[in-house]
């Protein structure tokens, strides 16, 4: 679920910290919330728009809902490019690297590295709206305007730029990838992809501990964003 991707994405980014190339408390917070934000962009591969009702209706994951049409339409082209749910995006070694590959270049101009970031931090506002007070960023136009927000205020205030921004996105979506792994669904073998488009078959693999959406899967959620919480205060707390 959504949730417990942004959480535990949070705490790996937490967790990492000592060894991340940021200085001071924004940048550390800034490294943290990309880690939960990108631990659900390889669910970017399911949008649409639902014409079932008199208006349509975006439909998809959390993290394509976030922006309303505009997003869910982004994702249903992305999911056509990954083959569908749970494949592409969740190649455990191509969508790392894919992922940090495009966060890279956007991070060497200023307004795509402000399109990433509003990108990562609309995705962990919304994966996280159970410890953030109010439902402002759960509608479309306010996490449009906070995203958006927060990721110019980052900038303004990281002169140095955020060289940083490649390794907490593909950190963040290897662990939604591991996270998915764990569950009865699994993901692809590395390459599952590239080798069906060469005639291939499909296969994927699952440790298959337990299925998405049981109370397991909160409980984790609910220990990872106290361990974050802890890590990132003992990070920036004077010893």
Known sequence: MAHSHAC???AAGAAT???????????????VAVWGGAALLPDFDQGGISWKRALPRPTGSTVAQMWGPLSTTAA???????????WGTHDPLLAPLVAGALAWAASLHPWSALLALALVTGAALRGCHFVVPGRVET???????????????????TPGGV???????AGGVLVHVLGDWLTVGGVPWPLATPVALLGGRRRRTALGLFRTGVRVEGAVAALAVVLAAALLARHLLPA
């Open 139 to 157: 509608t479309v136009v306010g996490n449009l305007l906070l995203s958006w927000g927060l990721a110019w205020w980052v900038l303004q205030r």
């Open 76 to 86: 249903a082209a992305v999911g056509r490019l990954a083959g569908g749910h749970r």
């Open 163 to 169: 060289e940083w921004l490649p390794w907490a996105v």
């Open 17 to 31: 910290l000592p060894l991340a190339p940021v200085h001071g408390a924004l940048a550390a917070g800034a490294w």
């Open 8 to 10: 535990t994405g949070l």
